[in-house]
Each structure stands twice: as C-alpha cells, then as structure tokens.
T-cell receptor
Framework: QKEVEQDPGPLSVPEGAIVSLNCTYS??????FMWYRQYSRKGPELLMY????GNKEDGRFTAQVDKSSKYISLFIRDSQPSDSATYLC?????????????FGRGTQLTVWP | EAGVAQSPRYKIIEKRQSVAFWCNPI?????LYWYQQILGQGPKLLIQ????????DSQLPKDRFSAERLKGVDSTLKIQPAKLEDSAVYLC??????????????FGPGTRLTVL
C-alpha cells in the first residue's frame, strides 16, 4: 500500500464549477499537509499548506484535513481555465526541513471555458 | 527573486550512457533536494542536502546515481550507466533551513530525461 493515494483523474469541468480533489494516506504520523499545483513542463508550486486537522481558506481555494479519516481535500470555487493543471497532494511527519515530503501521483484537472 | 535554475531542460541518451544534471538553488537556501518524477506519478525524493552534507539519500540508487553539492551552493546529479526506467523528469528544489516550522520547497522547471 502506498503512503499517499490520489486519484489521477483526469477531471474535466466547465468554467465556474466547484472542484473537489482528494487524497488518502496511511501514515498516522503525518501532520503537515500540502497541495502543489504543477503546470505542464513546469515544476510544482505550493498552493496551500495546513498543519494538523482543520480547514484553511485562501481566496477561491479551501484545504481540509480530517486526520481521523486520514483524508485531505482541496476545493476550488469558481474554477477558471487558468486552474487547468495537475494538483499534487503532499504530506510530511515533520515540519522542519528534515521532514521528507510524500507526494500523491497528482490529479490532472482541465477547466474548459 | 530568481528561482531555482536547472540545466539542461531536456536530454536524450542511449541506455548505458552517462548523464549529469545541474541545479542552482535560490540564493540563501541551505537545503537542496533532488526528486525523480516518472510520468503519471508524484515526485519521489532521491537525495537531500543541507549545506554540503547529505541529510537523506535512502532512496537514491547508489549503484548508478550520485550527487554532490560542492561549497553548499550548486549541485549536480549523475546517472551512470542509465537504464530505460530512469526516463523521468528530475526536479531540483531548495528551501531555507528551519528546525521548527515548515519551510516551503521551491522547485525548478526540471530536466526531462529520455533513455532509449
């Protein structure tokens, strides 16, 4: 069983739709949860970062962590064509730079106008 | 602020040949990472440096992969000899040192390696 599971999609939605992206994990020691966005031919860039359980909102993006279920989500409201990218979840058991990041395989999202 | 620089951007080699990738991290970032991202998968950490020293190389195939970070700045990753399964994007990332709080990793654009 992989440490982090993520449905690769692809996911295709119309502009303005609400998008829900999810990951599950098996390691209960994970405390730091991240969502990265990766455009084609580019490196990943950090979108959201959450420590432990709870919600975090940043503009059109909301990250949720449910540690009891080992389940994390990213919601995108009012999706735009510019949101078309691969979304990678990542997590770590330590917040310091000594903590290794474990990535999901990414979900490919296309938002069509 | 300049981002993480990597070169070359693309490389095509025959199996059993050797190849080297170069990375220049963001100025002042003491921690440097090399990741391997196979098509359709998430990045997998190969090696992590903090300044000149290796922090984690547990997933580096040491029989064919090597990496160095001289003077705690630039880094090179080498594969010798390459295998077909090494075809992937090799990502370099850097971050500030922190013992207590999470520090964002900044990724370069990657080097896309194709082994024929």
């Amino acid at each position: 069983q992989k440490e982090v599971e993520q449905d690769p999609g692809p996911l295709s939605v119309p502009e303005g739709a609400i998008v829900s992206l999810n990951c599950t994990y098996s390691n209960s020691a994970f405390q730091y949860f991240m969502w990265y966005r990766q455009y084609s031919r580019k490196g990943p860039e950090l979108l959201m970062y959450t420590y432990s359980s709870g919600n975090k909102e940043d503009g059109r993006f909301t990250a949720q962590v449910d540690k009891s279920s080992k389940y994390i989500s990213l919601f995108i409201r009012d999706s735009q064509p510019s949101d078309s990218a691969t979304y990678l979840c990542a997590m770590s058991d330590r917040g310091s730079t000594l903590g290794r990041l474990y990535f999901g395989r990414g979900t490919q999202l296309t938002v069509w106008p | 602020e300049a981002g993480v620089a990597q070169s070359p951007r693309y490389k095509i080699i025959e199996k059993r040949q050797s190849v080297a990738f170069w990375c220049n991290p963001i100025s002042g970032h003491a921690t440097l990472y090399w990741y391997q991202q196979i098509l359709g998968q998430g990045p997998k950490l190969l090696i992590q440096f903090q300044n000149n020293g290796v922090v984690d190389d547990s997933q580096l195939p040491k029989d064919r992969f090597s990496a160095e970070r001289l003077k705690g700045v630039d880094s090179t990753l080498k594969i010798q000899p390459a295998k077909l399964e090494d075809s992937a994007v090799y990502l370099c990332a850097s971050s500030l040192i922190s013992s207590f709080s999470y520090n964002e990793q900044f990724f370069g654009p990657g080097t896309r390696l194709t082994v024929l």
